[in-house]
């Protein structure tokens, strides 16, 4: 089993930046893919960005890229999501994702472990 809480949304002007973390705990030692998802009100959950077990490997939606960047440090068992450009249309509750595969996921189905999510908020 492994446990991820997500941290550092809040509400924030457009074009300001915010850095969300996600904190990975219980069965760490396995090499994880990690994501972030979000959902807006009335919408469906998107994909936004993923990372390899190692770092070494990224993917981002396109409406993100250039704008956001997912990193992870493995020996603080920590995942971030580096949020700048902000934008009202980014608006939605963030979630991070842990799944065993260890590759660079888009889909939902493959991460097996979701956190409660953090709420951004972007105003105009």
């Known amino acids: 089993q492994v446990q991820v809480v997500e941290s550092g949304g809040g509400l924030v002007q457009a074009g300001g930046s915010l850095r969300l973390s996600c904190a990975a705990s219980?069965?760490?030692?396995?090499?994880?893919?990690m994501g972030w998802f979000r959902q807006a009100p009335g919408k469906e959950r998107e994909f936004v960005a993923a990372?390899?077990?190692?770092?070494?490997?990224?993917y981002y939606t396109d409406s993100v890229k250039g704008r956001f960047t997912i990193s992870r440090d493995n020996a603080k068992n920590m995942v971030y999501l580096q949020m700048n450009s902000l934008k009202p249309e980014d608006t939605a509750v963030y979630y991070c994702?842990?799944?065993?595969?260890?590759?660079?996921?888009?889909?939902?189905?493959?991460?097996?472990?979701w956190g409660q999510g953090t709420q951004v908020t972007v105003s105009s």
């Open positions: 994702a842990a799944g065993a595969g260890g590759g660079v996921y888009y889909r939902s189905l493959n991460y097996d472990y």
């Open positions: 219980g069965r760490t030692s396995t090499r994880y893919a």
């Open positions: 990372v390899n077990w190692s770092g070494g490997s990224t």
